[in-house]
């Protein structure tokens, strides 16, 4: 315990380097927001002529607050039964507890410094520690909340919701890596890393998709040109993201798939079974994971608008489009299509959809998903195989390949004349148009190896000092006991 309170002082200390390094100023606060369009969250910076803030709508921050809590119930309980379904009954509790602790430890860490890095002006690679330890969120003496832009000039929530639902989003992140090194890390090496990789790679890549100066700054055009360059790197590419296929699913990916590369193979694995030990559970997860998913896409809206309306029937109709698509690829393959794989498929569909679902129209929506249900199940089956790592719950599989399939067919179906929403091309007038299919594409593959290298980086970084620090793996008899028992002293379900 001693040697992982050194570690996290040591990993804190070169953030505080890192930021320094990078030029950070404590700029102004701003107000952080998503755009529907833009699909990246936005920050209005007050100003001293600027009009008075108006006050948050009763119906979005209702709406704000029931997506929150759906996607809490992704995580706990949906994805921490769904994987814990999937691993072997002596592992159960080791996985349900990685979840849990995971996302409360994201949680905190978010409040104190992940949101302010994520969303207040810095630079295009990461912002400032101008909301460290949420400061200036809410005022007790005059009972005022700062206020966060929305899609709309003029519409604004509560910055301390938008920071939760935030917060909900940089949690599951982390809690999904969980599943690619499942049965065999150390528990506070699976922490120690979950802190760095956070730090390093999270808050820097939401940064640079999502973060931009808000609509309610463009007031003029002569400004337009100087916002556009505070804003997110990838923001200013110009590609679409509307509720983390790069910030969420790749990013996630990639980190699980040096992981498992990294700490080696189960002991045993490809010569004992190592069969899930509860289809049952991880159709419980599946179907949670669905239903708080709608939180977790029509959300990204931040208000209870058309676009929210859009976002969700795309997520429904998407992920019901590749779980069809996971049954008929296996009933081609094997002759029989498995509760698995409609459950994976789901998931798979809800990944792909992830980045396009406020961004494409409802045709291009189920086809997305329909083209994720095959990709998904070619990923945990050829491409597993090809890359010979024991990625243990597909998690490179499911949200590596759809999340990538998901970010680059929204550059083709953002375009109007393929039944999209298109994008907004002038934030002064509001105007939506739609970049040619070929140019959008492009900006969003460049998204994709951004993100697949940066993650690759700092997870194969962060992976190598913690095995320094603390060591990354159990032994191999703690591992043969199961991690209930070595790591937690628990049973899921009695000796």
């Not at 950070?24 to 107000?31: F, G, K, L, T």
């Not at 990461?126 to 929305?150: N, Q, V, Y």
């Not at 808050?203 to 309610?216: E, R």
């Not at 393959?333 to 959809?353: C, T, W, Y």
Request: one cysteine or more; a neutral charge; hydrophobic letters at 55%.
């Amino acid at each position: 315990m001693k040697k992982l309170l050194l570690s996290l002082a040591i990993g804190w200390g070169l953030l505080l380097a890192g930021n320094a390094a990078f030029g950070q100023d404590a700029a102004a606060a701003s107000a952080p927001v998503a755009a529907a369009s833009a699909a990246a969250e936005a920050v209005a910076p007050a100003t001293a002529t600027a009009a008075p803030t108006p006050a948050p709508n009763k119906g979005d921050v209702a709406w704000m607050i029931v997506a929150t809590a759906f996607v809490i119930m992704m995580s706990v309980p949906g994805l921490a039964l769904f994987y814990g379904g999937l691993v072997r009954s002596k592992n159960m509790l080791s996985v349900l507890m990685q979840v849990f602790v995971t996302f409360s430890m994201i949680v905190v860490l978010w409040c104190l410094y992940g949101y302010s890095l994520a969303f207040t002006e810095g630079n295009q690679y990461i912002g400032g520690f101008d909301r460290l330890f949420m400061k200036g969120m809410f005022d007790p003496m005059k009972g005022e909340f700062a206020t966060s832009a929305t899609f709309s000039k003029g519409v604004v929530i509560p910055e301390l919701l938008f920071m939760a639902f935030q917060a909900t989003f940089a949690a599951i992140t982390c809690c999904l890596i969980v599943g690619a090194f499942a049965e065999r890390i150390k528990f506070s090496a699976m922490l120690l890393f979950m802190a760095l990789w956070f730090t390093f790679s999270y808050a820097p890549i939401a940064h640079m998709v999502w973060f931009w100066m808000g609509p309610d700054a463009y007031a003029s055009k002569e400004l337009a040109d100087g916002l556009n360059a505070k804003a997110g790197l990838i923001w200013q590419w110009g590609a679409l993201d509307f509720a983390g296929g790069t910030v969420v699913h790749i990013n996630a990916a990639v980190a699980g798939l040096v992981g498992a590369f990294v700490i080696g193979k189960r002991t045993g694995y490809g010569r004992e079974p190592m069969a899930p030990h509860s289809l049952t559970l991880t159709m419980v997860g599946a179907s949670l994971l669905w239903v708080g998913w709608f939180g977790f896409n029509a959300g990204s809206a931040l208000e209870a608008n058309g676009t929210a309306v859009l976002a969700f029937m795309n997520t429904f109709s998407a992920t019901a489009a590749a779980v069809l698509a996971w049954c008929l690829g296996e009933a081609l393959m094997r002759g029989k299509a498995s509760m698995l794989g409609a459950a994976s498929g789901a998931v798979a569909g809800l990944v792909a959809i992830t980045p396009a679902c406020g961004n494409v129209g409802l045709m291009g929506a189920m086809v997305i998903g329909f083209v994720a249900g095959f990709a998904c199940l070619w990923g945990v089956n050829g491409l597993k195989k090809m890359l010979g790592a024991d990625d243990s719950l597909d998690v490179f599989g499911v949200h590596g390949v759809g999340g990538i399939v998901g970010a680059l067919l929204t550059g083709v179906f953002n375009s109007q004349a393929l039944g999209g929403p298109g994008l907004v091309s002038d934030w002064v007038s509001a105007t939506v148009s739609s970049m040619p299919v070929a140019d959008q594409v492009w900006i969003q593959l460049k998204a994709v190896l951004l993100t697949v290298v940066w993650s690759g980086v700092v997870s194969l970084v962060a992976y190598k000092l913690v095995d320094m620090v603390i060591g990354l793996r159990v032994s191999e008899e703690d591992e043969r006991e199961g991690l209930d028992i070595s790591s937690h002293g628990e049973t899921a379900y009695g000796r």
